[in-house]
T-cell receptor, first 114, second 114 residues
Framework: EAEVAQSPRYKITEKSQAVAFWCDPI?????LYWYRQILGQGPELLVQ????????DSQLPKDRFSAERLKGVDSTLKIQPAELGDSAMYLC????????????FGPGTRLTVT | GDSVTQMEGPVTLSEEAFLTINCTYT??????LFWYVQYPGEGLQLLLK?????DKGSNKGFEATYRKETTSFHLEKGSVQVSDSAVYFC?????????????FGKGTKLSVIP
């Protein structure tokens, strides 16, 4: 069964360093989402792509976060510089089309900022 | 804005006990409602969904009914198993301009003991 791949699974970084996460959606899925899940909370959308275009990045802290999906397939989320409050699980999800109800989630990247 | 409130956890039950996890929502219009499950070390998986009032979603013995009059979507299972131990998230689908993001509750951790 096709799955959303994410790497790394775990990342420890020091405050003020740069960090990047990678996501490979299910083949053929046009829509890709990045969520942040703080411990004890539900996921919150950071950015949504339709193919290579950003559809919604209203919740993305653009002073330090950036996301790209250059060829409309895999995606990278970057944080520079990392802050202590960025410690969280970063989840990637994909769906066939924007109106598709089902989003398929990857296993996530757990980030710890020290 | 739209929001989801679900009962605080953790919930601990004995095997074969009856499960209810309460979920209420606040939304403009008529959202679609979802339950997602997150097993330890894994990403979120869609458990069930309902798209209109009085719809009942069901899967793997779990059920939830979309109650518009009480703005609720409570999750139930008649007899839980140890393998049901996970975190359960209630969510609604929000329709913004070009965006179809999910709004999640904080999650309820369920532990089932033999």
């Amino acid at each position: 069964e096709a799955e959303v791949a994410q790497s790394p699974r775990y990342k420890i970084t020091e405050k003020s360093q740069a960090v990047a996460f990678w996501c490979d959606p299910i083949s053929g899925h046009a829509t890709l989402y990045w969520y942040r899940q703080i411990l004890g909370q539900g996921p919150e959308l950071l950015v949504q792509f339709q193919d290579e275009s950003v559809v919604d990045d209203s919740q993305l802290p653009k002073d330090r976060f950036s996301a790209e999906r250059l060829k409309g397939v895999d995606s990278t989320l970057k944080i520079q510089p990392a802050e202590l409050g960025d410690s969280a699980m970063y989840l990637c999800a994909s769906s066939l089309v924007d109106t598709s109800y089902e989003q398929y989630f990857g296993p996530g990247t757990r980030l710890t900022v020290t | 804005g739209d929001s989801v409130t679900q009962m605080e956890g953790p919930v601990t039950l004995s095997e074969e006990a009856f499960l209810t996890i309460n979920c209420t929502y606040t939304a403009t219009g008529y959202p679609s409602l979802f339950w997602y499950v997150q097993y330890p070390g894994e990403g979120l998986q869609l458990l069930l969904k309902a798209t209109k009032a009085d719809d009942k979603g069901s899967n793997k013995g779990f059920e939830a009914t979309y109650r518009k009059e009480t703005t609720s979507f409570h999750l139930e299972k008649g007899s839980v198993q140890v393998s049901d131990s996970a975190v359960y998230f209630c969510a609604l689908k929000y329709s913004g301009a070009g965006s179809y993001q999910l709004t999640f509750g904080k999650g309820t951790k369920l532990s089932v003991i033999p």
